[in-house]
């Protein structure tokens, strides 16, 4: 079956500025997670997506991070504005069952 | 707070040598527990999952992982590595829900 994809691979950005990623899930995945890796630590849930509706997104700095999915397929994570410390991997996984399934991740610096 | 340590950050060993990568979680009544392999510019992969049954979990590559209750433990191990074994693996907990809460990774480098 075809990946989790997720655009762009790469992003620099200067901090106060807005960025955008985007994650195709696999199809008929209902449920969609971003997470946020940062270097050297594990990957840390930022939101949780049941079709288009949020399950769980205590995480998510929501001042300046947000996430929708609005017709409950692909999704879209936004920092608006970004500081230094948000630089990381954003992972896009979706879920069949018990097994999750992760996209190669969008890599942000920002500086 | 549900919580999952892994012991080392780096772990190196030469090529066909054995390797056990150690995981320790914080009790709970029920657990689910994975690990995952993250290859460079990748992204992460199920090895093996433990969800009720047989302790001794076997996964791809040759992985397998113990779940100890007593000890609250899921090791991984390998009895050879191989070169392309080289990699970031997380291991992982699902309290039962959809939820999965990453240990912080162990660098495996696998040396020639």
């Known amino acids: 079956e075809a990946g989790v994809a997720q655009s762009p691979r790469y992003k620099i950005i200067e901090k106060r500025q807005s960025v955008a990623f985007w994650c195709n899930p696999i199809s008929g995945h209902a449920t969609l997670y971003w997470y946020q890796q940062i270097l050297g630590q594990g990957p840390k849930l930022l939101i949780q997506f049941q079709n288009n509706g949020v399950v769980d997104d205590s995480q998510l700095p929501k001042d300046r991070f947000s996430a929708e999915r609005l017709k409950g397929v692909d999704s879209t994570l936004k920092i608006q504005p970004a500081k230094l410390e948000d630089s990381a991997v954003y992972l896009c996984a979706s879920r069949s069952l018990e097994k999750a399934f992760f996209g190669q991740g969008t890599r942000l610096t920002v500086v | ?112």
């Open chain 2, 1 to 112: 707070a549900q919580s999952v340590t892994q012991l080392d950050s780096q772990v190196p060993v030469f090529e066909e040598a054995p390797v056990e990568l150690r995981c320790n979680y914080s009790s709970s009544v029920s657990v689910y527990l994975f690990w995952y392999v993250q290859y460079p510019n990748q992204g992460l992969q199920l090895l093996l999952k433990y969800l009720s049954g047989s302790t001794l979990v076997k996964g791809i590559n040759g992985f397998e992982a113990e779940f100890n209750k007593s000890q609250t433990s899921f090791h991984l191990r390998k009895p050879s590595v191989h070169i392309s074994d080289t990699a970031e693996y997380f291991c992982a907990r699902g309290p039962g829900g959809f939820k999965t809460i990453f240990g912080a990774g162990t660098r495996l480098f696998v040396k020639a």
